[in-house]
Nanobody, 127 residues
Framework: AVQLVESGGGLVQPGGSLRLSCVAS????????MQWVRQAPGKELEGLAG????????VYNSTVRGRFTISRDNAKNTLYLQLNSLKTEDTGVYYC????????????????????WGQGTQATVSS
């Protein structure tokens, strides 16, 4: 069965850091483009960052560019998101998502646009 399992969320103070992981199984991870999507309380889904299958191209939403870094290790079937300089507005559930054949527009990150979607990990930024 296909699975995307996120981890690494938690409670952190403003200005702090987190590293999220997403472990994939049940499909050929190395052939899929991967993205991170966030849902803040009471808000719509927001595409944060994407990376191509080879890990050579990344894209970021302007709200996180310079603070977050997406990366992947295809040998470990794992996607990462390094979150630095966290703000209270970064609070939300973070999902990883996979798509074969091109990155999804970060401004249209609906689950139906992806092939696979994880269950999410909660990150809370609060003092």
């Amino acid at each position: 069965a296909v699975q995307l399992v996120e981890s690494g969320g938690g409670l952190v103070q403003p200005g702090g850091s987190l590293r999220l992981s997403c472990v994939a199984s049940g499909f050929n991870f190395a052939r899929y483009e991967m993205q991170w999507v966030r849902q803040a309380p009471g808000k719509e889904l927001e595409g944060l960052a994407g990376i191509n299958s080879a890990g050579t191209t990344t894209v970021y939403n302007s709200t996180v560019r310079g603070r977050f870094t997406i990366s992947r290790d295809n040998a470990k079937n794992t996607l990462y998101l390094q979150l630095n300089s966290l703000k209270t507005e970064d609070t939300g559930v973070y999902y990883c998502a996979a798509r074969w054949g091109g990155l999804v527009n970060l401004h249209n990150p609906k689950p139906k646009n992806f092939d696979y979607w994880g269950q999410g990990t909660q990150a809370t930024v609060s003092s």
